[in-house]
């Protein structure tokens, strides 16, 4: 079936560094891919999306590549800010409409 | 738009109670889900309707139920009410338009059973 494997957290970073979330996925198919962030007692909301293969999400400074050849698409942020301490979680869609989630990646921002 | 609405935000139960969590989405969408989340676990599907009158079992289906008796709402129910059901539940709604399927979060109903 299909599995999408996140990076193990808390990933604890300084203001204005770089963020890498690493996320892996297996799937049948050309599965559609997701970044989605929740913020503490809050819900789920999407972050990034891509459909294809070589496509590029982005959105609030983070960016993520569809990437076939590697079936990966990690998240990435080139300068972090407290209001970025969050989880985030990476996700698929198959042809069965039934979406898999990774375990979810917590970043934690100092000023 | 509202979109999705979980009722009630926190709630705690005594081993055996009954209870149901309300979810209402005002999208139109034609999916929805209930998940529930365990710390540092992720989320796990416990059950999904793809329309009005169709519901399916997700990964963790044991002990609860629910039904879809309109496109708006998607109850989940408690029957007899165990620790192990102790977690955060999550209901999302999703449109089907082509395979893009992004998925919306309603705000979470925190439970404690003991």
């Known amino acids: 079936g299909d599995s999408v494997t996140q990076m193990e957290g808390p990933v604890t970073l300084s203001e204005e560094a770089f963020l890498t979330i690493n996320c892996t996925y297996t799937?049948?198919?050309?599965?559609?891919l997701f970044w989605y962030v929740q913020y503490p007692g809050e819900g789920l909301q999407l972050l990034l999306k891509?459909?294809?293969?070589?496509d590029k999400g982005s959105n609030k400074g983070f960016e993520a590549t569809y990437r076939k050849e590697t079936t990966s698409f990690h998240l990435e942020k080139g300068s972090v800010q407290v209001s970025d301490s969050a989880v985030y979680f990476c996700?698929?869609?198959?042809?069965?409409?039934?979406?898999?989630f990774g375990r979810g990646t917590s970043l934690i921002v100092h000023p | 738009n509202a979109g999705v609405t979980q009722t009630p935000k926190f709630r705690i139960l005594k081993i055996g109670q009954s209870m149901t969590l309300q979810c209402t989405q005002d999208?139109?969408?034609?999916?929805m889900y209930w998940y529930r989340q365990d710390p540092g676990m992720g989320l796990k599907l416990i059950y999904y309707?793809?329309?009005?009158?169709?519901?399916d079992k997700g990964e963790v289906p044991n002990g609860y139920n629910v039904s879809r008796s309109t496109t708006e709402d998607f109850p989940l129910r408690l029957e007899l009410a165990a620790p192990s059901q102790t977690s955060v539940y999550f209901c999302?709604?999703?449109?089907?338009?082509?395979?893009?399927?992004?998925?919306?979060f309603g705000p979470g109903t925190r439970l404690t059973v003991l």
């Open positions: 999302a709604s999703s449109y089907d338009r082509g395979l893009i399927h992004e998925q919306f």
């Open positions: 799937a049948t198919g050309y599965p559609s």
């Open positions: 891509a459909t294809k293969a070589d």
């Open positions: 996700a698929l869609i198959g042809g069965s409409y039934i979406p898999t």
């Open positions: 999208m139109n969408h034609n999916y």
């Open positions: 309707s793809v329309g009005a009158g169709i519901t």
